[in-house]
């Protein structure tokens, strides 16, 4: 779950590849490297523990020269971040170096066979092996480089994204994957490549993409067109895809935080990921994957969501959302369980997918079991080209573009809209939900982006509120019905970037065991808007006052029941409760964001936490 980024090409490298660093960084930050390559051959390696600004300040002053480069942002998987482990890793001659996301799982056993061989290793990680194979495969067998990675990925189990270069290669840079994503730019006739993560890095440079598949290596060279093959020597041809998402979207726009400008980017969004849609006059959807698998979604037996996190919340109410127009029976799981029970799966079933990233391990190997199984997938992504993406028969992308922050909030609404209008359309085709309810909710879901507008109008008195609650220890969210995955993602929103113990519960489970939490000290907050258990929620809200606890409740404008319980509220639009989670998010992502900020922390790359968990 690491960045890589490289270059190859006639502009001097570093400054391309410590600007594609940054735009990685949400992969992880706990150390940062670059290894230049120039025409006199001299290769040299520079590290730095933390995030790619140390990396910058500590490189300066020294050779920076080289047209080849390759580089890396860390997220610790095999010993501990320092710069020892960071990468690059140079093999042990110091002829060749590389950069590497994954995980060798068999390293252990490799390493023990080539320091038999008489092989040193300066570093805890799986990637150090890695280059020492490949430097004793070249030597072993008088291999040049293409073919010794070739072979010495024979012998490897797990997941990698690569890239190499070679002091006795210099007009070369060899790139592989398996299992972790891997994005080659091309420009016109050759003059330059670059490889990446993804395509962020690419895109000031070139729209030309080229999506690397599994166990395939790229060799690139100026001024050729870049040699292709598999692991089996085979010959491959890729088409070039043209990326189309623009600069300004990755860029802060006068923001303080990435995580606060997706917050307010949401209503443009998610106006885009309904844009062509969903038809206003009409007040009707078309989804393409609707209409091209019309058979086979219509008549699916059962439907399976796969997510993590907070796409598996997503999922959550996808089931509820699917279940109320569609009617077809629907089970969530976490992916990483999923993928090591042995499910039970029939052909009948379709599996849905749920990704913001699209590169999520344990979603891309829950969904190859399912696929195995004869399940017919259906991916929701963000990611366009992703892994999950391409292993998905059919889907719906939610279009809300690059979600730089760790912490989603963009990516959440966007899930829930593409879930609301698959459920409502699917429902529709089945016959399950009356005409005039359909027509009324595709008219409501439209709206949503300026009802949350109206929320933003509050932001001062959240903040306001925010200073209330910033130095609690723990924190119990409640909600019920469509409201209770909303109070899980407020929980998680806390957790992630304010650092503060927080559980989310549907309001109703209080009383069978939470409840022994409640005192003075203890804030809950409560979703109680104005829907079929508003009732039920308001005599919860009762249940916590009367043991002290601090409540903040998130009601329905022009509410005035729970107003005389606690001063702290903020209030929503009024929306039909099936499109509720869209609304009620919006205020507890902005808490969040303030107490984290409050506490002094960084809320775009919150400690131990990377923004694709490309590991398992
Ligand atoms: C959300 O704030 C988290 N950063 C995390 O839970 C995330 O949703 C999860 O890792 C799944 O990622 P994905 O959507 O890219 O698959």
């Given at each position: ?268 969004r998610l106006n885009d990921c309904m844009r062509g849609r969903i038809n206003k006059e009409l007040n009707e959807i078309k989804l393409s994957a609707l209409i091209d ?87 929701i ?14 889907g719906t992308y939610i279009h809300v ?13 966007g899930?829930l809209n593409v879930l609301t209008m698959f459920a409502l359309a699917l429902?529709y ?13 595709v008219n409501?879901l439209t709206?949503i982006p ?167």
């Open positions: 779950m690491c960045g890589i980024v490289g270059y190859i090409g006639k502009k001097e490298a570093f400054p391309i590849l410590l600007d594609g660093l940054k735009k990685l960084e949400y992969r992880g930050y706990d150390s940062a490297g670059v290894a230049l390559l120039n025409d006199q051959q001299s290769l040299r390696v520079y590290k730095a523990k933390g995030k790619v600004i140390n990396l910058e300040e500590k490189s300066s002053g020294n050779d920076l020269s080289g047209t080849i480069g390759i580089a890396h942002t860390r997220w610790a998987t095999h010993g501990e971040p320092c710069e020892k482990n960071a990468h690059p890793h140079y093999s042990s001659s110091e002829e060749i170096a590389i950069v590497h996301n994954g995980i060798i799982e068999n390293y252990q056993s490799i390493k023990k066979d080539l320091q038999k061989e008489g092989y040193n290793f300066i570093s805890e990680t799986d990637t150090e092996v890695l280059v020492q194979l490949i430097e004793y495969t070249k030597a072993k067998y008088h291999l040049e480089l293409f073919p010794a990675v070739q072979k010495a990925l024979t012998c490897v189990i797990g997941a990698y994204a690569i890239a190499i270069i070679d002091k006795s290669h210099p007009n070369t840079l060899i790139a592989a994957r398996k299992s972790s994503p891997l994005v080659l730019g091309v420009s016109d006739n050759h003059e330059e490549f670059y490889i990446a993560s993804d395509a962020s890095p690419l895109i000031e440079y070139t729209r030309n993409v080229i999506y690397i598949e599994d166990e395939e290596i790229v060799e690139l060279s100026i001024g050729k067109a870049p040699r292709i093959e598999n692991l089996q020597k085979e010959s491959i041809e890729h088409q070039v895809n043209e990326v189309s998402f623009d600069i300004g979207m990755i860029e802060k726009g006068g923001f303080p935080h990435f995580m606060l400008k997706e917050i307010y980017d949401q209503p443009d698998h019309k058979d086979r979604l219509i008549n699916a037996e059962r439907i399976i969501i796969l997510g993590c996190g907070t796409s598996w919340h997503a999922g959550l109410l996808g089931k509820q959302l699917i279940e109320s127009f569609a009617r077809i029976p629907v089970e969530v799981e976490y992916s990483s369980e999923f993928r090591y029970r042995n499910p039970i799966i029939s052909e009948k079933d379709v599996v849905i997918a749920i990704s913001q990233s699209g590169e999520t391990a344990d979603t891309i190997a829950a969904l190859k079991l399912a696929k195995e199984r004869g399940a017919f997938i259906f991916g992504v963000n990611a366009i080209g992703s892994s999950i993406a391409r292993i998905a028969e059919t573009g690059p979600e730089i922050g760790v912490a989603s909030t963009k990516a959440f609404t899930q429902g085709e089945r016959g399950s939900i009356e005409k005039e309810k359909y027509h009324h909710l409501e709206q300026e009802k949350i507008e109206k929320i933003f109008a509050q932001e001062e008195k959240i903040q306001e509120i925010s200073k209330i609650f910033t130095y609690a220890r723990n924190f119990i969210y409640l909600g019920r019905g469509f409201n209770y995955p909303v109070a899980l993602e407020g929980a998680l929103k806390l957790k992630e970037i304010s650092y503060i113990h927080a559980e989310g519960y549907p309001a109703a489970e209080m009383k069978h065991g939470p409840i022994a939490l409640i005192d003075e000290e203890m804030p809950v907050v409560v979703i109680s808007t104005k829907d079929n258990v508003y009732e039920k929620v308001v005599s919860n809200i009762q249940e916590v006052s009367a043991r002290k606890g601090r409540i903040l409740a998130i009601v329905t404008e022009g509410d005035t029941e729970i107003k005389n319980m606690t001063e702290n509220i903020i209030e929503v639009p009024h929306v039909p409760s099936e499109l509720e989670p869209l609304i009620t998010v919006i205020p507890l992502q902005l808490l969040s964001y303030y107490i984290a900020i409050n506490k002094g922390k960084d809320v775009d790359q919150p400690r131990n936490l990377a923004k694709s968990v490309t590991v398992e």
